[in-house]
Structure formats: structure tokens, C-alpha cells
């Protein structure tokens, strides 16, 4: 079993930057792929951003130049690095570890940009 905790969420106004945190624990492949997603009141859930075992990335159009995706392998940790926020970017995100055969979901995290 994978534990996912999310954290780094809050409050931001227009502009401002935030960096969300997830950490894993527990039974982790080695090769893996860990991804950000997000779903706005009334959305669906979307991809933002992931990376894989070898720190391949991808993201999402509406977030490429402003949010940077990284991984600590030592810590089972992923980050995600957003700047330049916008109002559209509120939404909870969701931390999510894919690897063989599982797929695990965070709790998620809440991100409101608002002035």
C-alpha cells in the first residue's frame, strides 16, 4: 500500500507563486511515474503536470513556462512549482503515483488565486 500526502496549498493573488509537496510512503516501485492533477468546481479532473522515473516530464498547454514539475527520489517526494498564478488556476490539486499494476491518489490540496 502507497500513502500520498499533499501539502503547499493556500491563498494567492493574481501573480503570486506557490509550491505544492507530495510526499509518499510506503510500498514504492522504483519505477514510477508521479503526476499533479487538478479539477475546478464543476470541471473534470485534469493533468497539470507529471514525471517519470527516468525525470521525463510533461505538462499541460495552459501551464507550460509558468509551473515546473521535480522529484526527490531519497524523499518519495514530488513538488510542483507555480508561478505566475492565475485566477483559472484554482482548483484542488491532486497528487497522484502510478507503477506497476497501482495507482494511487492523494487527498488533494486546495489552491485559490484570488486578490
Known amino acids: 500500500q502507497v500513502q500520498l500526502v499533499e501539502s503547499g496549498g493556500g491563498l494567492v493573488q493574481p501573480g503570486g507563486s506557490l509550491r505544492l509537496s507530495c510526499a509518499a510512503s510506503?510500498?514504492?516501485?522504483?519505477?514510477?511515474?508521479m503526476g499533479w492533477y487538478r479539477q475546478a468546481p464543476g470541471k473534470q479532473r485534469e493533468l497539470v503536470a507529471r514525471i517519470g522515473t527516468g525525470d521525463s516530464t510533461s505538462y499541460a498547454d495552459s501551464v507550460k513556462g509558468r509551473f515546473t514539475i521535480s522529484r526527490d527520489n531519497a524523499k518519495n517526494t514530488a513538488y510542483l512549482q507555480m508561478n505566475s498564478l492565475k485566477p483559472e488556476d484554482t482548483a484542488v490539486y491532486y497528487c497522484?503515483?502510478?507503477?506497476?499494476?497501482?495507482?494511487?491518489w492523494g487527498q488533494g490540496t486546495q489552491v485559490t488565486v484570488s486578490s
Open positions: 497522484r503515483l502510478q507503477q506497476i499494476g497501482l495507482d494511487y
Open positions: 510506503g510500498s514504492i516501485s522504483s519505477i514510477n511515474s
